[in-house]
């Protein structure tokens, strides 16, 4: 029977031997060992059409010495403040009958790995005969998006080179026949890999591939297989349960989500004042806009750890939102450009550009808001995110354009106070969405801005009715004019809490805050 | 960051690169060698095999000995990472010496000149004895050997021990007093045959994860575990007890008990091979399974059960650590627990032993050739014989050797307090952090005319109290050997030389020896470790731990052998001591005692109502002067923590994380992190000892075994309550709701 696999492997470059080595120091053991290392721990074959290699985590036999941790980063050369394998910790039962268990993870090399989906750069690839998720650190940009992405916390970001890395199962080892460190490294056995016939794992990994302490496997379809003790403790929860910190802020990011959506929502404004007939200063505020828009898009490169391949985020448009936005907020600002000097120099086809780089600015923000509709992160998964991102474009838009003197009119500020509200308004049902729900994540993020969060999360609102809807109404010419620092005050803020306050999936950690998560 | 790199043209590719190493395979570029050395591990007394990895004069990598029959190639995760200790930043580089209150580097010349006047002239003044010396378990054999030469010898001081007294010596003293002679009877092959596997006060999963493998390659074993904390090693008992703190005599007791009532015991090899098995039976009567349940807080059922396992096993391992010797009736509990070995007939043979698991990577070293707590040769001080065999071998006048053991360590402690010790030689341990009560050890050390601390590491917190540092190499950076837990003999090689001026602990002691003029009587033609090797298998010869046939060359080849391995052994093999039911005391029997229950000397009250236990975590080792400054170790365990029940939790209003102040009649630690857990029973909490920054040892307590000398470590009373700083916050929190609560009445 001809191994199709096997030759793709090949064609690859890649060959695999099937053959387990053993360092031999002396030519026999002296000892008659019985060692647990003579049981294969690694497959004796190639997986076949249809099959892929997975790790198999035997909960029972780990006694959480984290050996395989030392180990994994000793084999990748990575510093101690990443690490691809991690060991997590859950608890529970009452003394005598107590249980600590622990659980060992890599990566899970899933079916649909959302890491993989995510990626703007195509810097992810499923290798074709192992079924292995790869990342370039070449290809990489360094964008991070993949560690929001997968709900275990795998990719990990490495600051010192800019880029992402993650487990790759040690394919390097695996081609020669070796052991991954983490497998070899194991005093226990508890690590092993295996293969799995993936379509008939589809309709079983809810049974194998999830255990407390670990985010569903829904997400991804995880191909790790599990052994869970036969009878797990009550009330078992992660060793981490109380420990929620805020994550990082991305500032960056914070700068650029509000500064585009403001820009959008100027241009808008402006369209819509071209409409409906005003022509005061609709070309300076048309340029006014497209600058915030360059800032926006300037500061967005800021994130990277690579901003000089930036460009290369275009790449995967058809899979991955963060290529679309790239894309979207790309063609808007040269709409926007074009829009500009039209009004600049009064060209007919003024409004068609407006229109249209008003759709494509749309169309930006929903791609903008799409980027966070990820299952890792609860609290962004949801429409109010969506609602939040055009409400900051279509109450900023206004603000801006009476803050420039393009419009005077009362009907403008209606339209700004109407949308202060609704922003709030969303504000407020998703606090009260975050604080009623079961999941740990979501609740643990209303827990945050009850306690940690709650000075800047009262500011934020304070902010918002002053900026909003105080100010625009007070009505002075000096008031309408400071409505819009203070509204854009209130909504960086409202953005940085935003990107701090969420909780994201992953697995359970030591109970000692050493292990923080990379994004 | 450079500009490149900031770019993102540069991402460190050539850092992060992968290579072929020829024997290992695709691994990071950085950890593939020039060149492997073998040796065994400088941590623990499991005693792995090992292979370092050296690369332009640096050790990049450890891995695992897959050939070695102790570990097969597996390491935990200080051994995975042991390179990293090697060129850690707080390496001690040169001697140090203290002028005008300020160390500052000296020549060796300068510094050894100063000490040996220094500790001279104390010996002249106040008398022989002032001076104090204290060891470790963490030199090669070789420099035990020396040393305990030099300081008895040379020094002419008897007042010398080791840290192994803060750690082993109520197992010594327990096999002392058992068998005649110290050393485990068992191996670690044993795990593997043994039907029954009792663990006493024993937590091997976290601090000897190594042999767990051995445990689980004996498919029939059943484990019992008695701890009261559940520990990691508790949860994979098939038959845990819960026990009360120090309970575990009445424990031992009452299954003798049980097991004498049932009949399940050895009478031929108790009538052969054991002398007081009358008086025992007598003496355990009272210990019915009612009575020890009283005591434990176990079942009767429990203690049945654990029973009729015992008797009805084939072969009985009886293992245990710290939970045992660290107390107060810890030798009793050694004797104890040899007594159940012994009337079952569990003793010299394959799967059965009463096994002490030692802590040190060579703390059997120093027992077998350290001069110490005994001669070199487990020969006794008390016996005339013994010090006249001595003086032979070393062709001196027998009177030199004394005829009764010097302080132990707490003694010597007490005595600088009481200026009885003028000056002290410290030696590659850190009691500022391991020591119980540190604030009578300070008062000591404080009242001191001179200080010597050699160490590999510096600063310490004792090595800043010094008046001299002496800079030491360390594992890795020289040769000798390591005897470990089932006296299996390794050999320990240097990889890299050592940073800046620092020596080996062996040239150091010769150098002295020189400046003391008693090189060449002591050390006749000795310019490396085997010379001292030589010298000891010559003296070990005919003694329990006879190393006589042993070579460095066969040591390499077996990858350690066990002792005793007297001349023209031919097989290489395991080997189990009283295998012939013959035991080293003067009527050739092992003696029964009957060891009386009593309650832990610091009982709680309502002051202190807790039960304080200190232990260990996987990722540190002892004082973390080494562990602590291995990036990757620290961030696994960064810091110090205390483990309270739910219960009592709930009822101090203690949440989790939050910072607590550990309380007791001594002292204090502060901001300790709480763990809020049902690992510990409601009464008790535990804190792991490894941390200066949270020194458990301001609370423990001066309670000592008096027959081995060892700290009772594991149970004070204390109290626990918010933190200072934290205990503000939330005060202000609260006087704020009340505020606010007022206004809105």
């Known amino acids: 029977m001809s191994l199709p696999l096997i030759e793709r492997a090949e064609n690859d470059g890649i060959r695999f031997v099937l053959s387990q080595q053993w360092p031999q120091t002396s030519p026999q053991p002296l000892y008659e060992i019985e060692p647990l290392a003579s049981v294969p721990r690694i497959p004796q074959r190639l997986p076949e059409p249809g099959e892929q290699y997975r790790f198999h985590f035997d909960m029972t036999q780990c006694i959480g010495c984290k050996c395989c941790v030392v180990a994994c980063n000793e084999q990748n050369g990575n510093p101690a403040d990443i690490n691809w394998r991690r060991v997590g910790e859950i608890e529970g039962g009452w003394y005598p009958d107590t249980h600590r268990l622990y659980l060992s993870m890599g990566c899970n090399h899933c079916l649909e790995p959302s890491c993989l989906i995510g990626c703007p750069v195509e810097a992810y690839t499923k290798d074709s005969a192992t079924g292995i998720v790869l990342h370039s650190a070449e290809a990489c940009i360094g964008c991070q998006y993949c560690t929001w992405n997968c709900s275990y916390g795998v990719p990990q970001y490495n600051a010192e080179r800019g880029v992402v890395g993650k487990c790759d199962m040690c394919y390097g080892r695996l081609t020669q026949g070796r052991e991954p460190a983490c497998v070899n490294a194991c005093p226990e056995g508890a690590i092993r890999i295996e293969i799995v016939k993936t379509e008939a794992w589809r309709g079983e990994y809810s049974g194998s591939a999830n255990a407390p302490g670990l985010p569903s496997a829904d997400d991804s379809i995880s191909t790790t297989r599990i052994t869970l003790p036969d009878k797990l403790p009550p009330e078992i929860r992660k060793a981490d349960y109380w420990r929620v910190r805020p994550q990082a802020p991305h500032w960056p990011l914070v700068v650029m989500t509000v500064l585009t959506q403001l820009s959008v929502g100027a241009l808008a404004t402006i369209w819509f004042l071209q409409l409906v007939g005003a022509t005061t200063r609709l070309g300076v505020a048309a340029l006014g806009s497209l600058l915030l828009g360059g800032v926006a898009l300037a500061s967005s490169t800021a994130h990277l750890g690579r901003p000089i391949h930036a460009y290369r985020a275009l790449k995967m448009w058809r899979r991955s939102w963060l290529s679309r936005e790239v894309l979207l907020f790309g063609c808007f600002s040269m709409m926007a450009g074009l829009y500009a000097a039209a009004l600049w120099l009064r060209l007919p086809l003024s409004r068609g550009l407006g229109g249209t780089a008003t759709i494509l600015g749309a169309a930006g923000i929903t791609a903008s808001g799409f980027i966070y509709l990820v299952p890792a992160r609860p609290s962004w998964n949801t429409r109010f995110t969506v609602s939040d991102f055009f409400l900051t474009a279509a109450l900023l838009g206004p603000l801006f354009a009476i803050a420039i003197g393009a419009a005077q009119g009362r009907p403008l500020v209606l339209i700004g106070v109407a949308t202060a509200f609704a922003h709030l308004l969303n504000q407020a049902l998703r606090f009260l969405w975050l604080i009623a729900s079961d999941s740990f994540e979501l609740h643990a993020s209303a827990r945050l801005l009850c306690t940690k969060l709650a000075r800047p999360f009262l500011l934020r609102g304070a902010l918002m009715l002053a900026g909003g809807i105080a100010l625009p109404l007070y009505g002075s010419h000096l008031a309408r004019f400071a409505a819009l620092p203070v509204a854009l005050a209130g909504e960086i803020l409202g953005r940085y809490l935003f990107y701090v306050s969420v909780v994201p999936k992953n697995m359970a950690a030591p109970y000692l805050a050493s292990q923080e998560p990379a994004a | ?745």
């Open chain 2, 1 to 745: 960051m450079s500009f490149r790199r900031m770019l993102g043209l540069d991402i460190l590719a050539a850092e992060y690169a992968y290579g072929e190493d020829p024997q290992y395979g695709h691994t990071s570029e950085q950890k593939i060698p020039d060149h492997w050395i073998s040796t065994t591990c400088g941590y623990c007394s499991v005693g792995c095999g090992m292979f370092i990895g050296v690369k332009d004069g640096r050790a990049v990598t450890v891995r695992g000995n897959p050939n070695h029959p102790v570990n097969l190639g597996k390491l935990c995760p200080k051994g995975l990472s042991e390179h990293y200790t090697l060129d850690a930043p707080n390496r001690a580089k040169h001697p140090l010496l203290r002028k005008n209150g300020k160390l500052v580097p000296v020549s060796w010349d300068e510094a050894l000149d100063t000490m040996a006047e220094k500790l001279r002239t104390t010996q002249k003044r106040y008398g022989r004895d002032t001076l104090g010396v204290i060891s470790t378990g963490q030199l090669v054999t070789e420099e035990f050997y020396a040393l305990g030469k030099l300081v008895q010898l040379g020094f002419g001081t008897k007042n010398y021990d080791g840290n192994t007294t803060l750690c082993m010596a109520s197992a010594v003293s327990g096999y002392k007093r058992s068998f005649g002679s110290d050393g485990p009877p068992g191996t670690y092959e044993d795990l593997q045959k043994a039907d029954v596997i009792f663990l006493v006060g024993a937590n091997i999963a976290d601090n000897h994860p190594i042999l767990c493998q051995h445990l689980d390659a004996n498919p029939k074993k059943t484990l019992i575990v008695a701890d009261p904390r559940v520990t990691k090693t508790a949860m994979m008992a098939d038959l845990f007890l819960p026990l009360k703190p120090r309970s575990d005599i009445a424990l031992l007791n009452g299954l003798m008990h049980v097991l004498i009532q049932t009949g399940q015991i050895d009478c031929e090899y108790i009538a052969r091979h054991t002398t007081g098995f009358a008086e025992l039976v007598r003496f355990v009567e009272k210990y019915t399974p009612a009575y020890v349940g009283q005591i434990t807080g176990l079942s009767e059922d429990q203690i049945l059960k654990t029973a009729y396992l015992i008797g009805n096993a084939q072969a009985v391992f009886i293992g245990w650590t710290m939970g045992v010797n660290h107390s107060t009736q810890g030798a009793e509990t050694v004797n104890a627990i040899n007594n159940l070995a012994l009337i079952t007939g569990n003793i010299g043979r394959a799967g059965a032993s009463p096994f002490s698991i030692t802590g040190q990577c060579n703390a059997m070293g120093t027992r077998e050739a350290g001069f110490t707590s005994s001669l070199p040769g487990y020969r006794k001080f008390e016996n005339a014989e013994d010090r006249d065999q001595l003086a032979r071998l070393w062709k001196i006048d027998a009177d030199r050797i004394p005829a009764s053991r010097g302080l132990a360590y707490p003694d010597i402690v007490e005595a600088a307090v009481s200026k009885k010790i003028r000056a002290l030689w410290i030696i590659a341990t850190n009691p500022i952090v391991s020591f119980p009560n540190l604030d009578v050890l300070k008062q000591g050390l404080e009242t001191l005319e001179f200080l010597v601390v050699q160490d590999g590491f510096h600063p310490t917190p004792t090595t800043e109290l010094a008046d001299l540092v002496l800079p030491a190499a360390i594992w890795g950076e020289k040769e000798g050997t390591y005897t470990n837990s089932e006296r299996r003999v390794s050999k320990v090689n240097r990889a890299v030389a050592p940073p800046g001026d620092a020596k080996s602990d062996f040239d150091i002691f010769l150098a002295l020896a020189e400046k003391l003029g008693c090189r060449d009587e002591l050390f006749p033609g000795w310019t490396c470790p085997a010379h001292a090797f030589e010298e000891w298998k010559h003296v070990s010869q005919g003694r329990a731990c006879d190393y006589s046939g042993l070579t460095y060359a066969l040591l390499e080849q077996h990858h350690g052998i066990q002792w005793p391995f007297p001349d023209g052994t031919t097989e290489v093999g395991t080997t189990r001591l009283y295998a012939d039911g013959c035991f080293p005391t003067a009527d050739g029997k092992a003696k029964l005692f009957c060891i009386e229950w009593a309650p832990f000397p610091e009982q709680p009250n309502q002051q202190f109502p807790f039960v304080l236990n200190t232990g260990r975590t996987v990722e540190h080792w002892h004082t973390r002067t080494k562990t602590g400054q291995v990036p990757i170790l620290e961030k696994m365990s960064p810091n110090a923590w205390l483990e309270m029940n739910t219960r009592d939790a709930q009822s101090l209003r203690l949440k989790p994380h939050d910072r607590v102040d550990v309380i007791s009649r001594r002292g204090s630690v502060r901001n300790v992190e709480l763990r809020v857990t049902e690992i510990v029973a409601p009464g008790q909490v535990f804190m792991p000892f490894h941390f200066a920054e949270s020194n458990v040892n301001r609370v423990t307590q001066s309670a000592f075994d008096p027959i081995s000398r060892e700290p009772n470590y594991k149970q004070c009373a204390v109290s626990v309550q918010l933190s200072g700083s934290a205990k503000e916050q939330r005060g202000k929190k609260v006087r704020r709701k009340k505020i606010s609560m007022g206004v809105s009445q």
